[in-house]
């Protein structure tokens, strides 16, 4: 399982660090996550992927945007990474196998977010409602 999942890191790596060049290419992607995630989000099983998902997708959003690019590199390649995992339809279970093709999906958000990403994602969260909070000051 570690050799799978370092042959899963440097394949995916390679391809976000390419993404991640490339805001219109980046913005595909999201989108992807996002209408992947539309169809995923009422299974059981994936109720906690789905939020976690959530947030990296605004975050990843915010950042094509321009609004918030403060995350380091490293994490900003496995958020990419992890989402291109995700919604590749040829991954290590398929996700055409009821319940058990989700599984490695679920897996890999997990091992994301034990990496760092779940602490990133609580940093933007938290830009995200200071700049709820801040006036606007423009007149």
Do not use: H
Not at 54 to 66: E, M, Q, R, S
Not at 73 to 82: I, S, T, W, Y
């Amino acid at each position: 399982m570690a050799g799978a999942f370092r042959r899963w890191k440097e394949a995916y790596t390679e391809k976000a660090k390419k993404l991640v060049q490339d805001d219109g290419a980046l913005r595909k992607v999201i989108e992807g996550a996002r209408s992947w995630l539309e169809k995923q989000k009422d299974l059981p099983l994936m109720k906690g992927t789905v939020e976690e998902m959530i947030g990296v997708i605004d975050l990843l959003t915010a950042y094509v945007d321009g609004k918030y690019r403060c995350v380091p590199r490293r994490m900003l390649l496995a958020m990419v990474a992890g989402i291109l995992y995700v919604v590749s339809p040829i991954n290590l279970i398929p996700d055409f196998i009821p319940v058990i093709g989700w599984l490695d999906d679920i897996a890999i958000f997990s091992i994301i977010f034990d990496m760092g990403v779940s602490a990133e994602v609580k940093k933007f969260r938290a830009w995200e409602k200071e700049q709820k909070q801040e006036p606007d000051t423009q007149e």
